[in-house]
């Protein structure tokens, strides 16, 4: 199975998605997210990254990172990527959750290289404690929180649930 990842390419080939400003870099997705930031510095923000999949013929892997601003919106970036037809559901969400850490430790290193390491970086996981994906939640969760994250799972993952889950098909 080839799996595509940030280390395996450089930062600056892998191009994220964005209803509001179209494909961006890695880079450029960093910048955006600092901009929205300095246009209301008082405010409050959080820093999400969520990742969902479909299985098809192929399986889709999106991953979201979110900024929100509390009370007022936000922007989000999504990258898709397509892995061979993976049935199994328990790899599919480790497969999902090692995505959005991926994703995180970018942004967290980026975040603390231009003194902007006090923006919360959390990870939305598409695992509840309900459904099939009830008999995995706490795995999962340990993974991200022995990581350095905040976990939040269902019903309040809207980064991966509803965000990254839009983009899957």
Known sequence: MKIQTME???????????????SL???Q???KIIEFVKEAPERKYSLIVGSDS???????????????????????????????????????I???????????????????????SKLPV???LDVGKNGATRNIVKEVIKMIV????????????FGASKVADR???
């Open 167 to 169: 983009h899957t098909n």
């Open 25 to 27: 870099s890695f880079q």
């Open 94 to 116: 480790f497969t999902e959750a090692s995505l959005s850490l991926e994703i995180a430790e970018a942004l967290k290193k980026k975040l603390s290289e231009n003194g902007v």
């Open 54 to 92: 479909f299985p098809g013929e192929e399986t889709v892997f999106v991953t979201a990172i979110i900024i929100h601003r509390r009370g007022s919106g936000g922007r989000y970036f999504y990258r898709k990527l397509k892995y061979e037809k993976m049935d199994n559901l328990k790899l599919r």
């Open 29 to 31: 997705v960093f910048e």
């Open 146 to 157: 022995g990581s350095g994250y905040v976990a939040v799972t269902k019903p309040d993952s």
């Open 8 to 22: 395996n390419e450089s930062l600056k080939k892998v191009f994220f998605h964005s209803p509001t400003y179209g």
């Open 122 to 124: 959390e990870i939305h």
